[in-house]
């Protein structure tokens, strides 16, 4: 099917657009992995570990990593 979208310039524009965003989709899960593997060895196992890697990879991703590796404690980065 891709070849045959492919063959055609709104086809190829489709397939471009698909490749871009899942690029996107695959950068924000990295971070969102690195900043939960951050948090986990900074600050071990807790219960809101996922949601706040999350927000935290969602809004200054490369802010909150530096806030962590500074030793931001948990009330800080919560808010």
Do not use: P
């Amino acid at each position: 099917m891709n070849d045959v979208l492919e063959q055609t310039e709104s086809g190829r524009e489709i397939a471009r657009r698909n490749r871009e965003q899942g690029l996107e989709q695959g950068l924000e899960r990295g971070r969102v992995e690195v900043i939960r593997a951050l948090l986990k060895a900074k600050y071990g196992e807790f219960d809101d570990l996922d949601d706040l890697a999350r927000q935290l990879a969602d809004h200054d991703s490369d802010g909150n990593v530096a806030r962590i590796v500074a030793g931001a404690t948990l009330a800080e980065l919560r808010h």
